[in-house]
């Protein structure tokens, strides 16, 4: 499975950003969640966000109320809708899938898109 991550960039405190994260294979399968983390250099990849199915989500504290995950389960992408940012987000931002397949499943990275909060 590979996953094509996008939608990072710089924005002003304040802005907003939504990332994709779009899942494909040339083997058939499902999305059963999507992780968000992010990581700056030299700190711990940390988890942010995260939608399962049924549309459950968890929110780490510092984004609740501003970040919403989501999935296109037709598309097999995920977003991850990012309003009223701050500094402190700025971030390389990595999206985390969980798959079924026929007779397998597992769990892949994206390569991580940059997101920079900055005036």
């Known amino acids: 499975v590979q996953l094509q991550a996008s939608g990072g960039g710089l924005v002003q405190p304040g802005g907003s950003l939504r990332l994709s994260c779009a899942a494909s294979?040339?083997?058939?399968?499902?999305?059963?969640?999507m992780h968000w983390y992010r990581q700056n250099p030299e700190k711990s990849r940390d988890l942010v966000a995260a939608v399962g199915r049924g549309e459950s989500t968890w929110y780490e504290d510092s984004v609740r109320g501003r970040f919403t995950a989501s999935i296109d389960y037709v598309k097999k992408t995920a977003y991850l809708e990012m309003k009223n940012l701050r500094p402190e987000d700025t971030a390389v931002y990595y999206c985390?899938?969980?798959?079924?397949?026929?007779?397998?499943?597992?769990?892949?990275w994206g390569r991580g898109t940059l997101v920079t909060v900055s005036s």
């Open positions: 985390n899938v969980a798959v079924n397949g026929t007779t397998w499943s597992g769990r892949f």
């Open positions: 294979s040339g083997n058939t399968f499902t999305m059963n969640s």
